[in-house]
């Protein structure tokens, strides 16, 4: 009984490694690929938040003010900025949200994109949808937001997802005072 329950337990051990090992290897080998696709989509990200700039984005070095922005890109022409992109990690309903937020000289909304999320299908997934952050657009810190439907000032929430529409808003707050506190208006 003994002798048998040593053969289970080593039986299982090796197949815990061998288990172990593949799934080592395959991260390995899939690793670059996947940070190769996220850096590809960021860079489209980059071109469509920032419409009408002409020059190359530059990528600016952290640390930054806020633990919410994971990235600055600034646009300058005749040496002056013409307008900054940020890469920012705001709190959604189903998990965190990576968005890309593009932001002009006077720190006005020039687009929005969602890059990642863990919303709920049908509801706060929405705001990966095209067309999202167009209600965004022009917006300045501090972004209101008004339950869909709601009359008055603020922008629009997904229906069934204001929290998801609140962190987009959170998020473009923190882009805007990451923007003034490297000299922005």
Do not use: C
Request: avoid cysteine; aromatic fraction near 4%; proline fraction near 4%.
């Amino acid at each position: 009984m003994l002798r048998d329950m040593l053969k289970l337990g080593g039986r299982l051990l090796v197949f815990a490694l061998v288990a172990g090992a593949l799934l080592g290897y395959v991260n390995y080998i899939t690793e670059g690929p996947i940070a190769r696709q996220e850096q590809k989509k960021t860079v489209e990200a980059l071109s469509r938040v920032m419409p009408g700039i002409a020059a190359e984005p530059v990528a600016l070095q952290g640390p930054y003010g806020s633990p919410a922005v994971t990235g600055v890109w600034e646009a300058r022409e005749g040496g002056a900025v013409a307008a900054r992109a940020f890469k920012v990690k705001a709190a959604g309903y189903g998990g965190p949200l990576q968005l890309i937020i593009g932001l002009d000289k006077n720190n006005k909304v020039t687009g929005l994109e969602v890059l990642s999320h863990a919303e709920t299908a049908g509801l706060g997934a929405k705001a990966a949808e095209p067309g999202f952050g167009e209600r965004f657009l022009g917006a300045s810190a501090p972004v209101a937001v008004k339950k869909a439907g709601a009359v008055g000032e603020g922008v629009s929430a997904i229906t069934g997802a204001t929290i998801t529409t609140k962190a987009v808003a959170a998020g473009i707050d923190a882009a805007v005072a990451e923007s003034v506190r490297l000299g922005g208006k």
